[in-house]
């Protein structure tokens, strides 16, 4: 479904200010053609510490990002899945 403004749609509803009453926390997450689970989800965890993550491994990362978004309402963008 390329060019039909997919991007420009999901990064209005993401700006729109009115999310912010009803999502915690939004995250813009992007990623190249080359999917790697682990290294997505350390940038979620980056993104929802704001600072970086050391841990290598897939299982505790996953882990650590439930823990962090669990209670929460978050809006997730993964850009160029």
């Known amino acids: ?7 420009i749609v999901a990064e209005l509803v993401y700006n ?6 009803i999502y915690d926390r939004k995250l813009w997450i992007y990623f190249s053609k080359s999917f790697d689970i ?5 940038i979620m965890i980056e993104e929802v510490n704001s600072s970086s ?3 290598k491994d897939l299982g505790f990362l996953q882990l650590d990002l439930k823990e962090k978004l669990m209670g929460k309402k978050y809006l997730v963008v993964l850009d160029d899945v």
Do not use: V
């Open 38 to 42: 682990q290294k997505i989800t350390k």
């Open 1 to 7: 479904m390329g060019g039909i403004g997919k991007p």
């Open 16 to 21: 729109d200010e009115s999310l912010e009453k």
């Open 53 to 55: 993550c050391d841990m």
